[in-house]
Each structure stands twice: as structure tokens, then as C-alpha cells.
């Protein structure tokens, strides 16, 4: 069976292709008594696109947010709320082809063995990064439901290629990170970063990254073992972001190399609350959160289609063959994919916390 919904009590559906008319989202579950309007959404949505910049690619869709419905006189009704973007700006033509013959790196070849050669591959269809703008809306909702909790999702781009940020503190992340084209949260790093990308770009390449992310004031004990633990949740759904090839908590693969007593987090009564002196951790235990920050990272790959030859097979013809991938392209994910990783954050907490009662059904302001 197929699945394009996320979560259990908080879910998200999207719906639409890369080049198809429209890409959206419905999303049930929502509590009734937010209000929300669409410039709340319009706002998330704009902050996923460093657009007119050489760092991404040359698609530019105005993508004005359309709500279909689920809110009344600027509030939710309970009801689900459905949300679009229309394509505009497609070049379909440099798509032609790819069933046939699959571009390396993307999802062509297993796309069209599952789906018996229907798949829309267009722009890259259902695996487009296009397909993370219906995220981003569903992650508009989440995040005014956290606002009310106080609980803020931020992250940044941490690493581009071997370009790495120094340690950032969370008001540098909070105040800098829309402010540059790469979306870091060190400023001092900005440059170096944009030459790594544009240096891949003017090579025909592509280049891998990494975003850092944190979310804030998560009460203790959101997360249900035995099999829908937090961290899992969370994973589970960074994993849906194209191009996702790790995700980690706290000190995430280096806890492996450490000792018990390098890597417990011990704790401590602070200002009459109770915290960790660290957090390798990264704010979950036992598939629980702990109300220590929840920390992590998550790793992309460099984008797949890139403008140098690469060989691929004939599908039909079944031999060896050579292609230049077309259509416009980011040579890095992470610039775009920041507001993104927020929002997957946003949807899962929003949805655990439904489920755990934190978040009631109505809310009342
Ligand atoms: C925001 C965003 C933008 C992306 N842009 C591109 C792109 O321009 N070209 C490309 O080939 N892949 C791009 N990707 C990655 C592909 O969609 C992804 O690699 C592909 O669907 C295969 O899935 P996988 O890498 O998760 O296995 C992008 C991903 C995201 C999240």
C-alpha cells in the first residue's frame, strides 16, 4: 500500500507534481480555534526559497498560497485545512526521456519499475524537492500550535562540501540565518560557503550539506514507546525530504566512540528546574522527550542531476548509454531545504503532542 500521509493525530497529505498543476496539502487533525490566515503560511513558504540567486535552481514560481479550506473568519474549524501552491513556471521538455533513461542519483529507475512507466517524472514529480513546499505549509500550522507552547524549531545550514560553521549560539541561529543566501547561522562562514556552492556549479557539479537543527521548551515525556518513539518520528519523517541520506541526535554516531561517563548526561536542579549538564542526548531518552533541547542534524546529498555526461542504460533498447541531465537545478540542497527541516520537526512534535493531550482539541485564546 502506498503512503502519502504523515502522522497519526496531526496529518499531512500532499497531493501534486513538480510539473503537474499544483502541489498541496491536507491537513487533518488540526485543532479548531487557531487562528491562522494565509499570510501566516505565505511567510513560511517565502522563506524557502533564496530566490533570483545562482545558488539554487532558476525555477521561479511566485507560489502564492491558496487555502482551499478548513479555516472560517480566520480561524480553524476543525475541519481539515487543504493548501496549494500552483506550477507555473515549467520547462518540461528537458524531461523527456528519463523513464527510459534514468538519471543516476535520482529516483527514475525504481519510479518506473514500482509504477510500471506512469510515473509523472517531469521536473521530478512526487520526488521533486518541489514536493517539500506542501511540508513547508503543513509546517506553517504546526508551528503556530508550538508558538502557543512557547516551543520554537529552528535550524540552519551547518556544513556545505568540507565548509563547516563554527558553534553558533541559539539568538545567532534565531537572527542570522534568513538574513544570507545559504541560510547559515555563522555569518563569518557565509562566503566561503557560496564559493563552495558555485565553485560544484561551475564545475557541471553538485555538492552535499548539512543542516543543524533545534527545537526549544518541549515539555518532558512527548514520544510513544514502544514503536512510535520521538527520535524515530522525527527521523522518519526528515527522511521524506529528498535527498535525506542521515539524520542524528545529540552527539548522534561520535556517542559510539565515547565512554558511559563522557556521555551520560548528568543531571542537575537549575533555577528550581530540572535539567543536564550536557545534552549528548540530544533532549531524548528511551524514545522520550527529556525537556532538554532536542538537538540534531541531518545530512544531504549533493542534488543528483548535474549538467556534467554521466552513463546511464536505455531502458528500452536495455543497453549501455550516456546522458546530459537538462532542466535548472541547485547544485545544494541545504539553502532551501532549512525552513523544511522546521517544518518536519513542527508536524511530528504537533502530532505527538495531540496524541499525548498536551495540545488540546480546541483552543481557546
Ligand atoms: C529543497 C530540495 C531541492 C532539491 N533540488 C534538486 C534539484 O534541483 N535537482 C535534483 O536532481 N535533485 C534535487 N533534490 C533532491 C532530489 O529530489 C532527490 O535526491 C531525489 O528525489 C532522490 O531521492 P533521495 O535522494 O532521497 O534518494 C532536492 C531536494 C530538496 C529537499
Known sequence: MSSNT?????????????HGRCVGVVIDGCPSGLRID????????DRRGPRGETLVSGRTEE???????????GYTTGAPVTALVWNRDIMSRDYEGLA???????ADYPANVKFGGFSDLRGGGRWSGRMTVTLVMAGAVAKK??????????????????????????DEIRVNTYKNPVRTADLKIVEK????????????????????????NVPVGVGEPFFDPLDGDLAKGLFTIPGVKGVEFGLGFKSSTVYGSENNDEYKIEAGRIVTST???????????????????????????????????????????EITVGGRHDPC??????????????????????RSGIIKRIIKS
Open 333 to 354: 540542497i541545504a539553502p532551501k531545504a532549512v525552513p523544511v527541516v522546521e517544518s518536519v520537526i513542527s508536524i511530528v512534535l504537533v502530532d505527538h503532542m495531540l
Open 38 to 45: 494565509e499570510s501566516d503560511i505565505q511567510m513560511e513558504v
Open 100 to 106: 527510459d533513461k534514468p538519471r543516476p542519483g535520482h
Open 63 to 73: 507560489d502564492k498560497v491558496e487555502i482551499l479550506s478548513g479555516i472560517y473568519r
Open 193 to 216: 560557503m557560496v564559493e563552495e556552492i558555485l565553485n560544484a556549479k561551475s564545475r557541471g557539479d553538485s555538492v552535499g550539506s548539512i543542516v543543524d537543527f533545534i527545537a526549544l
Open 279 to 321: 545534552n549528548n542526548s540530544g533532549g531524548i531518552l528511551g524514545g522520550m522527550s527529556n525537556g532538554m533541547p532536542i538537538t540534531g542534524r541531518v545530512a544531504f546529498k549533493p542534488p543528483p542531476s548535474i549538467a556534467r555526461k554521466q552513463k546511464t542504460i536505455d531502458l528500452k533498447r536495455f543497453e549501455n548509454v
Open 6 to 18: 504523515l502522522g497519526k493525530a496531526f496529518t499531512v497529505t500532499c497531493f501534486g507534481e513538480s
Open 145 to 170: 500550535l508550538l508558538n502557543l507552547h512557547k516551543i520554537e524549531v529552528l535550524a540552519y545550514t551547518s556544513k556545505v562540501g568540507n565548509v563547516e560553521a563554527s558553534k553558533v549560539s541559539v
